[in-house]
């Protein structure tokens, strides 16, 4: 993000160099893993058919965009003394920075809007909620996030301080106060309004309505599932990317000299903020029962043929002939159709909230969302 420390890292003291680059780390392995394990749950049908699974889809792709493009990147900063990439890398990283973090932020806001009118108008709003509008609604997405990360290709530029090469803003003070007040109105406190303002009146339909269907004892579970759902999400995206915003409110508007302790603050900060793009596939997926199939299918699927390949290759070259060959095809076959067929285990009969949105059209109430978590 807005780095201004580089000047600093001679300072950090040797636990420090250690620590910093195994957090970034473990927040790269556990954001790529799980991102990955998203996205290949949700496309191992080869298709993507409602609004929920390609939201969710689309903040898999910008929260593993993110983790990708900025983690190792921000680690190197914060452990070498001079940037090693170049002056268009210097550039081309932070453009993608705030790319991704827009998409994931505008993303997010959008489905807490698509969630509310799910749970709040199930019928009335399945025209809106169509794949092809889902579709134009990422469009529109990515393309904001284009214009709102646009500046920011001539906000950073190389140059060397004090015989050191650093990637640094260029900007003069006064434009770049401006651009981080815009950036924290835009990609934070907007969302953050319309995401509790979505979540509220969600909270307050769900805890003020009665199911007529189902007993009442059901219908209270369901409700208690969805808000603490939708509280984790409201809470998390908030938490996570306050801190940061704060910092940068406070070296424009406070007193934030450049020691070891506001060092250490902002390195916290963007370990938090990066953070939210790991527990994004726990909010969003984890909880889910479908993904949580989902990603057992897939480790079964793997853990099969790599016991398929060990069952190859132990063949001795000296020894194939028809009756080998026809032995080993016959044990992968058994040991396919006894345990789990390989094909079937990547593929699934239907995305993991096919089931609840037709239920959905079904049922006409609200409470026909909750199987979603």
């Not at 290709?153 to 770049?176: G, K, M």
């Not at 994004?280 to 997926?285: I, L, Q």
């Not at 290759?313 to 028809?322: F, K, L, W």
């Amino acid at each position: 993000m807005n780095i201004s420390v580089q000047m600093a890292s001679q300072d950090t003291c040797l636990p420090g160099a250690i620590l910093i680059p195994v957090l970034y780390s473990l927040i790269f392995l556990v954001g790529t893993v799980g991102n990955s394990l998203v996205l290949a749950v949700l496309l191992r049908n080869g298709k993507v058919n409602n609004t929920t699974n390609l939201f969710i889809l689309n903040l898999g792709v910008a929260d593993l965009c993110f983790i990708i493009f900025c983690v190792p990147f921000q680690a190197t900063i914060y452990t070498l003394d001079s940037w090693v990439f170049g002056p268009f890398m210097c550039k081309a990283v932070h453009f993608f920075i705030y790319l991704t973090m827009y998409a994931s932020s505008f993303t997010l806001t959008t489905v807490s809007l698509d969630r509310y009118l799910a749970i709040r108008y199930p019928l009335r709003s399945r025209e809106l909620r169509t794949p092809k509008n889902a579709l134009l609604a990422i469009t529109l997405i990515w393309s904001l996030s284009l214009v709102f990360s646009g500046p920011y290709l001539s906000y950073y530029q190389e140059f060397q301080l004090d015989n050191i090469t650093v990637c640094h803003p260029a900007w003069q003070n006064s434009h770049r106060k401006a651009m981080d007040l815009c950036t924290f109105f835009f990609s934070y406190v907007i969302p953050v309004l319309i995401l509790s303002l979505t979540y509220a009146r969600t909270i307050r339909y769900l805890w003020t309505s009665v199911d007529p269907i189902d007993e009442m004892s059901e219908s209270k579970r369901a409700k208690r599932r969805v808000t603490r759902m939708i509280i984790i999400v409201a809470v998390l995206f908030c938490l996570c990317w306050l801190p940061h915003h704060l910092v940068i409110l406070c070296v424009w508007f406070g007193n934030f000299p450049l020691n070891n302790f506001t060092y250490a603050l902002r390195i916290l900060s963007h370990l938090v903020s990066y953070a939210n793009s790991c527990v994004n596939p726990v909010v969003y997926a984890l909880v889910s029962k479908h993904f949580r199939k989902g990603f057992r299918k897939i480790f079964r699927c793997l853990l099969l043929r790599q016991r398929v390949a060990n069952k190859v290759h132990i063949v001795p070259a000296t020894q194939v002939g028809v009756s080998t060959l026809e032995g080993a095809c016959t044990e992968v076959t058994q040991l396919s159709e006894g345990h789990l067929h390989c094909s079937s285990c990547c593929q699934d009969s239907g995305s993991p909230w096919k089931n609840t949105e037709r239920a959905g059209d079904k049922r006409a109430q609200s409470f026909i969302t909750f199987n979603v978590t």
